[in-house]
T-cell receptor
Framework: GENVEQHPSTLSVQEGDSAVIKCTYSDSASNYFPWYKQELGKRPQLIIDIRSNVGEKKDQRIAVTLNKTAKHFSLHITETQPEDSAVYFCALRGGGNKLTFGTGTQLKVEL | NAGVTQTPKFQVLKTGQSMTLQCAQDMNHEYMSWYRQDPGMGLRLIHYSVGAGITDQGEVPNGYNVSRSTTEDFPLRLLSAAPSQTSVYFC???????????FGSGTRLTVV
């Protein structure tokens, strides 16, 4: 089945710096790669996604890149702000329409 | 349009009790899933469904049953609760095709 590894598990950055979270996967049939943000005590919310026929997608301060050959995808947050502090999960959809999640990255943006 | 509605929000069970976690969506989504979230382990898939009458097991199905008699509802049944099932449970849904899931607000379950 699908397997996705997410790194780092915790990430601390200064306000205004960039943050990068990386996920690797093994199933070459995976075709959809969303990223979710979860604030403390809240539900996960979709922030950006990318399909397998696209290499990069950007939405204001966040971007996702996909390297299908190397089987990894990354979330990039630029000009980080305190409200970016949360847990971020990568996920992927492979065969069988299952959505498999990474173990999460706790991002802390310090003033 | 309420989205994905989960009930109850909190529940305490005694070991061996059974209960059903309710999930309903009003977006006419074909796909629905149940996840459990434990500290440091992300979201693990329990069961999922690609349409009414069709269900399949996820990563951690033992101790749980599901059914999907309608497009709107996808209840999760705990057969005989165990302390290891203490967790936060999320139901999620998406349209058919390559789309992200919309999550419900979660049920925090404690088994004592």
């Amino acid at each position: 089945g699908e397997n996705v590894e997410q790194h780092p598990s915790t990430l601390s950055v200064q306000e205004g710096d960039s943050a990068v979270i990386k996920c690797t996967y093994s199933d070459s049939a995976s075709n959809y790669f969303p990223w979710y943000k979860q604030e403390l005590g809240k539900r996960p919310q979709l922030i950006i996604d990318i399909r397998s026929n696209v290499g990069e997608k950007k939405d204001q301060r966040i971007a996702v890149t996909l390297n299908k050959t190397a089987k990894h995808f990354s979330l990039h947050i630029t000009e980080t702000q305190p409200e970016d502090s949360a847990v971020y999960f990568c996920a992927l959809r492979g065969g069988g329409n299952k959505l498999t999640f990474g173990t999460g990255t706790q991002l802390k943006v310090e003033l | 349009n309420a989205g994905v509605t989960q009930t109850p929000k909190f529940q305490v069970l005694k070991t061996g009790q059974s209960m059903t976690l309710q999930c309903a969506q009003d977006m006419n989504h074909e796909y629905m899933s149940w996840y459990r979230q434990d500290p440091g382990m992300g979201l693990r898939l329990i069961h999922y469904s690609v349409g009414a009458g069709i269900t399949d097991q996820g990563e951690v199905p033992n101790g749980y049953n599901v059914s999907r008699s309608t497009t709107e509802d996808f209840p999760l049944r705990l057969l005989s609760a165990a302390p290891s099932q203490t967790s936060v449970y999320f139901c999620a849904s998406s349209p058919q095709g390559i789309y992200g899931y919309t999550f419900g607000s979660g049920t925090r379950l404690t088994v004592v």
